[in-house]
């Protein structure tokens, strides 16, 4: 049973950056695929981020597409995502999540029925 804890949430102001963790236990990480998905008020949650296992790359969603970047090391059983140009459209409960043996689907809507394995989430507020 993998466990995932997210950590590196805060308080920003518009403009600055973020960077998420997702500590991994329980597993092997590298079977694993890593989405980011966040909760925003208001709105249902959607997936931000997808780094697939291997070396079939990563994939992001159109509303973080160049500002939001997703990366992984599987030495250290962790993933990251390291968010800039933070907007406060961004404010939101931010989750990692898992699905074994899994390429992102080039749907980001897929995304979340696929995932097998989530954390408890962080809070990310950007605001002035």
Request: aromatic share 10%; proline share 2%.
């Amino acid at each position: 049973q993998l466990q995932l804890v997210e950590s590196g949430g805060g308080l920003v102001q518009p403009g600055e950056s973020l960077t998420l963790s997702c500590a991994a236990s329980g597993g092997t990480f590298e079977w694993f695929a890593i989405g980011w998905f966040r909760r925003v008020p208001g709105k249902d949650r959607e997936g931000v981020s997808c780094i697939s296992i291997g070396e079939r790359g990563t994939l992001h969603a159109d509303s973080v597409k160049g500002r939001f970047t997703i990366s992984r090391d599987n030495g250290k059983n962790s993933a990251a995502l390291q968010m800039n140009n933070l907007k406060p459209e961004d404010t939101g409960i931010y989750y990692c999540a898992a699905a074994e043996y899994y390429y992102c689907s080039d749907n980001v809507s897929n995304w979340e029925d696929d995932m097998d394995y989530w954390g408890q989430g962080t809070q990310v507020n950007v605001s002035s």
